[in-house]
């Protein structure tokens, strides 16, 4: 998964099939069974990321449910380690003429793969209209381009607030009483610093090329538009992005941000966090089973939970796993039918790992929001802030570079701006 690996599923396979199955004899989620070839079984190959380890229960129980209510399809599931392995072996699936036929992506490969055309705009399957209907409006649109839709959301997750109660409590500030705004976040990091010689929070840009955290400082937290609207030129350097990126770079100087911002990845942010040594972090409620395992017992039942700080833009930056069709497929309409089948299996999901589920219906059920995390998660509406271009992962490396440099000191955020606009120009025009 890539909001991060979790404990195994401890349901047994069988319960979860048959949870699965008598939610498709209700019609939730549904399937259209649509009718199978005259000729005989329709073939559907399914490829997921990172799903084997620990989901497999789920996964078969929902092809079992599935090819109940059709009977004369057969579904083969093919799990891939990883986001990057998708995208090649995706390429080579076609090249050699043996397509899968539904494929879990992500936001981050989606735009790439569609520029290439190896997967189908889903209105050239069917109506588009309908479907769209059936998720919420962010999840929705990330699988936009250009106008075309080219996914059925899957999964999602957006961030929350963890914080150390502790040493809220011993900088002077209540702990029943988060921040709940960024200038909150700000005051409440310098407080807890003077008061305890602790960092307030950590926001690590992360050393990999698709890393969002950038996106969000900006896009979500500044409310800093990244692209005009024809995606051709950056628009992120502006006195308003750069004097809100300032509060960062001052903050890793005086030290009431950790300096793992700048270099780090998550984990080691939230080892920092396991450690006590930081006060609050942003992550999805995920994170807190790994936290269980890596931090002691006396920081575990110190930690809270809360809301993601609200930004100017009223929504909270999302991750998403999708489903898209492959230009190869041979059995296209019955694979979308597949795909929306499976996402609307995501409350089962979420049973055993704290994502949100995409479609309206599944939001608002009260089974989904009973579980764990759901409350948070469900607390303000998401947008994919990320730049939907073939380019991404390179515009995101140029800004984290850039906005490394300023938080290194060597130049000012101002420039580190205007610096990585002209990459990302200079990208975008090639």
Not at 257 to 279: C, H, P, R, W, Y
Not at 293 to 307: D, R
Request: one cysteine or more; a negative charge; aromatic letters at 10%.
């Amino acid at each position: 998964m890539r909001i991060g690996k979790r404990v195994a599923v401890t349901m047994v396979a069988a319960g979860l099939a048959a949870t699965l199955a008598a939610c498709s004899s209700t019609g939730t989620p549904e399937s259209s069974g649509t009718p199978s070839s005259s000729s005989g079984e329709i073939k559907l190959e399914f490829w997921t990321i990172n799903l084997k380890e620990g989901y497999t229960p789920y996964i078969d129980g929902l092809i079992k449910a599935y090819e109940a209510k059709n009977p004369k399809v057969k579904v083969t599931w093919v799990d891939i380690s990883d986001y990057q392995q998708t995208q090649s072996r995706l390429l080579a699936a076609l090249t050699s003429g043996e397509s899968p036929d539904v494929v879990n992506v992500t936001p981050f490969i989606l735009p790439l793969l569609a520029d290439k055309k190896t997967v189908l705009p889903l209105s050239k399957i069917g109506p588009t209209d309908s479907i769209a209907a059936d998720y919420t409006e962010g999840f929705w649109n990330a699988g936009v381009l250009d106008g075309e839709a080219y996914a059925v959301p899957y999964y999602g997750s957006s961030s929350a607030l963890l914080y150390n109660k502790s040493l809220f409590e011993k900088a002077g500030l209540d702990p029943a009483k988060p921040p709940t705004t960024w200038d909150e976040v700000f005051a409440a990091a310098k407080t807890i610093h003077a008061k305890t010689g602790k960092a307030g929070f950590v926001q690590t840009l992360d050393d990999f090329n698709d890393a969002g955290n950038t996106a969000d400082i900006l896009a979500s937290q500044a409310g800093v538009p990244l692209l005009a609207g024809d995606n051709k030129k950056a628009t992120f350097n502006t006195p308003q992005a750069a004097a809100y990126f300032d509060n960062y770079v001052t903050g890793v100087k005086d030290g009431w941000i950790s300096k793992t911002s700048i270099n780090g990845v998550t984990l080691d942010g939230g080892k920092e966090f396991a450690q006590g040594e930081v006060a609050m972090m942003f992550n999805g409620p995920w994170l807190l089973r790994w936290l269980e395992t890596n931090s002691s017992p006396e920081v575990f039942k110190q930690i809270g939970l809360a809301s993601h700080p609200k930004s100017p833009t009223g929504k909270v930056n999302a991750f998403l796993q999708q489903l898209a069709i492959p230009a190869g497929s041979k059995n296209p309409e019955q694979a979308l039918d597949f795909a929306r089948y499976v996402s609307g299996t995501v409350i089962e999901l979420a049973k055993s790992a704290a994502v949100l589920p995409t479609k309206k219906q599944d939001v608002a059920n009260p089974e989904y929001l009973s579980l764990f995390g759901a409350d948070v998660l469900t607390s303000q509406p998401i947008e994919f802030f990320w730049p939907k271009v073939p380019t991404e992962a390179k515009l995101l490396e140029s800004l984290r570079l850039q906005m490394q440099a300023a938080l290194l000191g060597k130049k000012s955020s101002t420039q580190a701006l205007d610096d990585a606009a002209k990459e990302w120009d200079a990208i975008l025009a090639e």
